[in-house]
């Protein structure tokens, strides 16, 4: 629910990201292929839209927000047999709906904590 919020903290946290929202919902099939298969990192709550990073490149980040309770595993395995790199959070507080609050400072310290998986790809294609 606050997710422009978490947005300014990915662009704040992470140097040389371009951040952009996306609703699959209102993207084209083809161009949600394209979108996945460009990004190098992928994040967004579970739901049928992360079943698109079957098209994303080996060495992806993957992160999947879920709702406190709900225990499911198909994004991962889908992620680990393309060779993704998963995380999964699990953080902040759930409303009604599977809606989700995360407190931007609680997001920024998982983002320092993950730091070196997330980033694990770009210094290793930086070397190259």
Not at 31 to 39: G, P
Not at 46 to 73: C, D, L
Not at 76 to 85: D, H, K, P
Not at 103 to 112: A, G, I, N, P, W
């Amino acid at each position: 629910t606050n997710e422009d919020e978490l947005i300014s903290v990915l662009e704040r946290s992470i140097n040389n990201v371009i951040v952009k929202k996306i609703r699959l919902e209102t993207v084209d099939m083809k161009s949600q292929i394209e979108i996945f298969q460009k990004s190098d990192i992928i994040i967004g709550m579970h739901g049928a839209g992360m079943a698109n990073v079957i098209w994303a490149r080996s060495g992806t980040t993957v992160i999947e927000m879920f709702p406190q309770r709900k225990k499911r595993y198909s994004f991962r395995r889908i992620s680990a047999l393309v060779g993704l790199r998963y995380i999964e959070y699990r953080g902040g507080s759930d409303g009604r709906d599977e809606d989700k609050a995360i407190m931007t400072s609680e997001f920024e310290c998982f983002l320092k904590d993950q730091e070196n998986c997330i980033w694990e790809r770009k210094r290793f294609n930086e070397r190259k």
